[in-house]
């Protein structure tokens, strides 16, 4: 069962994988940023990197733009300057965020301060791949302080997202309907009379 913060909202998830920028005879290498850069950007299918058509922009911090070929270079730079390259997944299920709200959601935590990100729409759930560099690993305390500050964003944002209140609403009036259809004949007469519909 998903676990849930305030007002039940599921919580957004936040998933992050690391790999290390060396190949199996311990050279520097880029191919894990590269591999990733990709995928975030075309997909699975090679159809879409050969037409060009990426499932959505590349954006920094303060929701700066970045084109794919410059996110290319920068993440061949940065994985051979850095031991780790990080993916990050960042998820919510109710409100349709933007990528620039995902980005707010990422500056959230001065922890991690470059990255690039690309959102998705192309799934159930709206969701942004993050990759970053660091020399070291995200110890525990440092991840989950991390991790905190940009799920809480994330879930202060997707509760202001009009479609999610928009939802919660329909769900609250929703419910005092299922309990008058509920009602007896006689009691679902008086309310009406009291001006329910």
């Known amino acids: ?12 998830f ?46 920094g911090p303060n929701s700066r733009p970045h084109t794919h070929e410059a996110v290319m270079t920068w993440a061949k730079e940065a994985a051979l300057r850095h031991r780790y390259t990080f993916e990050a997944l960042l998820s919510v299920q109710q409100g349709a965020l933007t ?38 690993r995200l110890d525990k305390k440092t991840f989950l302080a991390w991790q905190t500050a940009v799920r809480q964003e994330l879930s202060r944002l997707e509760q202001q997202h009009p479609s999610t209140a928009l939802r919660a609403r329909l769900e609250k009036e929703v419910q005092p309907e299922i309990a008058l259809d509920a009602a007896p004949k006689r009691v679902r007469q008086q309310e009406v009379g009291l001006g329910w519909s």
């Not at 069962?1 to 957004?12: L, S, V």
């Not at 920028?21 to 950007?41: D, E, I, V």
């Not at 500056?107 to 791949?129: M, P």
């Open 1 to 12: 069962m998903r676990q849930t913060m305030r007002n039940d909202a599921p919580i957004p």
């Open 14 to 59: 936040i998933g992050v994988r690391m790999h290390e920028n060396r190949t199996s005879t311990g050279r520097r290498t880029s191919t894990p940023a590269k591999h990733a850069a990709l995928y975030f950007a075309y997909g699975r299918v090679r159809q879409g990197q050969q037409e060009e058509k990426q499932r959505g922009g590349w954006l």
């Open 99 to 136: 990528p620039e709200q995902f980005c707010q959601a990422m500056s959230q935590s001065g922890e991690i301060g470059d990255w690039r990100l690309v959102s998705h729409q192309d799934t159930d759930y709206r969701h942004a791949h993050v990759l970053f560099f660091r020399d070291t």
